[in-house]
Structures are given as structure tokens and as C-alpha cells.
């Protein structure tokens, strides 16, 4: 069996680490949109304009299910994506949803994600309508500071004190992770926010999946990328944990 990941850039790696986990014999091809993220600024026809095309791509490689890695491009271009598409196609804002729910004690609850993602409101009005308090807000600087390679120190530290202070007077005991580059901080998020839940979307997701995927294949990996940035494949081996050829998606270079 044959799935395909794609995200805005890297942070689907984190994803596709949990798939690989989960699913050891899979065949896996990725795609990472680096030439044009982050996607959380874009309009949503631009954001749904690219994930048409990253779907497009993998589909090339005869995937049996889809995973739409990136929270930004699951708001707004999923069920486009369902509807365009003749095979499943997974988010990561349900399963992330789901798993805030069940962890919860208070049903307090706040998300952090790109611009595009909290103006969507699709976490907000699932979790509301699940009875929750909800505090939402847009983090932009963390994709930037993941994609340079800074996930602690100094610098990390602020920018998160920047936006999570209104958090900490809050009565808030679960955080959802909105971005799939956002693990990658989840140390410092922690830290910083002491006896909160930290929910990241992708173990929900591997649950949800779960049913769909039947763990055969010859283990395949294949990672494609529209632009190759020198920190490129050393951040790769840091999320995967080794090193892996690299690709060039021909189909999007040009776009």
C-alpha cells in the first residue's frame, strides 16, 4: 500500500515520522511545499489553488490514501480535496480536535496556528460545539523559526513569551499544537506553559488512519521538495533521524 503526505513545507515531517512509526512496511511518498511557505499568510484560493496541485503530484504516484499534513491547507481546501480526489483523504484538524477532547479535564482549551488557520475558525467552532471554552491564537513567527532550524534557545523562548503570555492567566489545561511545524517547539511551549496538555495532531491522525491502512508494502520512502534550502538535509535527518536522498518536485518548480 502506497500513502502520500504533503505539507507546506517541513513541519509534515513530523507527521510522516508518526506514520512511519506506526506503519513500518508502508510505502510513503512526501511532499514538502518549501519554495512558497508558509501557506498561513496566502488567500484562501491560494491555499487551496496549491494543495489541488501537491495533490495532484502525489496522485502521480498511484497513493492509495491522501494525508493533508498542513492545518492551513486542511481548513480550507479538505473537502475540496475530497470531493476532486478518488481516493480517502485525511486531515489533521479533526484528529487534533478529537484529542484535545478527550485529554481535557475542564474543557478549557487553547489553539496556536498560522494566521490562516485561526482566522478559518475550524478548530474554534469544533471545540465550542463540544461545549469548550476556547482561546485561539496566530503564532507566524514559529513556522520561520522552525524552517531556520531554531527550536530552543534564547530567541525561541521570546518569541513564544510574545505570543502565549495571555495564555498563562487563563484557566486553560490543554493546547492544541495548530501547525505541524509547531512540535518541533513543543519543548519550549511546554516549558514555558507548565501544567498544560500539549496536544499535537499527529498520533490522533495515525488512530484515525488507522482502519483505512493495512501495514504492507516494501517500507519506500520518498521525500520531494519544490526548493532545496542548504539546512534542507540536515533538518530532514534531524526530524527523521537519518539521512535520506532528497527530490525535487519537477511539476511545481516552475510555479
Known sequence: MKLGVFDSGVGGLTVLKEIKKAFPSLDLVYLGDTARVPYGGKSKDTIIRYSLECAEFLIRFDIDLLVVACNTASSYALDILKKELGIPVFGV????????????KNKVIGVIGT??????????????????????????????????????????DKVVDFYLRDF?????????????????????????????????????????????????GT??????????????ESFVEYVLGERYKLEIAPMLCSL
Open 168 to 216: 498563562k492567566n487563563t484557566q486553560m489545561d490543554t493546547l492544541i499544537l495548530g501547525c505541524t511545524h509547531y512540535p518541533l517547539l513543543a519543548e519550549a511551549i511546554k516549558n514555558y506553559m507548565g501544567d498544560v496538555q500539549i496536544v499535537d495532531s499527529a498520533s490522533a491522525l495515525v488512530e484515525d488512519i488507522s482502519s483505512f491502512v493495512k501495514n504492507e
Open 93 to 104: 484538524i479533526k484528529p487534533g480536535v478529537r484529542k484535545a477532547l478527550e485529554v481535557s
Open 219 to 232: 517500507s519506500s520512502l520518498r521525500l520531494f521538495f519544490t526548493d532545496h534550502s542548504p539546512s534542507l
Open 115 to 156: 494566521k490562516s488557520t485561526i482566522k478559518s475558525g475550524v478548530y474554534q467552532r469544533s471545540l465550542m460545539e463540544a461545549g469548550s471554552v476556547v482561546y485561539a491564537k496566530a503564532c507566524p513567527l514559529f513556522v520561520p523559526l522552525v524552517e531556520e532550524g531554531l527550536t530552543h534557545g534564547d530567541i525561541v
